[in-house]
């Protein structure tokens, strides 16, 4: 979510008019966890039903897809509107997926600190989950400000787009 509203904020500097006087400034920031609870329901179903190997790789290649869809959004004809548009759309299918690793994955962790030593288990599940998307969260919130270090005010066309791009790379270490 950091991301989000990091990206949001360098959104309604480089479109002040477009995106701060319209609802994409509110969809682009919330439909992802729109997505996500969908995303949710959906793989959390299927990881009963089928497997929750197959949710987790369905669910990162559709958080792999839908990132780079993101990171390239663009409106037909260079119409702002038009990215806001995809951009909104692109985020709550990215968020169908995020939601997808959170009842395959945990489920998962959580079977896998069976083989530990009782009163230890607790400790290692919250230590790969819980403590990983805080560091995610935390990650959200500095690399923003670190590429816009990088690339200068005057480029935050470009600042907005790497920032999102460089959310693909934690899900591709996935797979």
Not at 24 to 42: D, E, H, K
Request: aromatic residues 12%; glycine residues 10%.
């Amino acid at each position: 979510m950091a991301t989000s509203t990091a990206v949001s904020t360098i959104l309604a500097t480089v479109y002040p008019d477009q995106y701060q006087n319209s609802a994409a400034q509110s969809n682009v920031s919330s439909i992802t966890f729109v997505g996500t609870l969908i995303g949710g329901l959906i793989f959390g179903w299927a990881s009963d039903h089928w497997s929750r190997k197959w949710s987790l790789v369905v669910s990162t290649v559709i958080i792999i897809f839908f990132a780079i869809l993101c990171t390239g959004s663009y409106g037909a004809n260079g119409n702002i509107h038009g990215l806001f548009a995809a951009l909104t759309a692109y985020r709550f299918f990215l968020g169908i997926g995020i939601g997808g690793e959170y009842p395959a994955g945990s489920v998962a962790c959580a079977e896998s600190t069976g083989e530990l030593k009782a009163g230890t288990r607790n400790r290692w599940f919250i230590m790969f989950t819980n403590v990983q998307i805080d560091f995610g969260f935390v990650a959200a919130a500095l690399v923003p400000m670190i590429v816009v270090l990088i690339t200068t005010e005057q480029h935050l066309h470009t600042a907005w787009r790497v920032c999102l791009g460089i959310g693909i790379i934690p899900p591709c270490t996935i797979l």
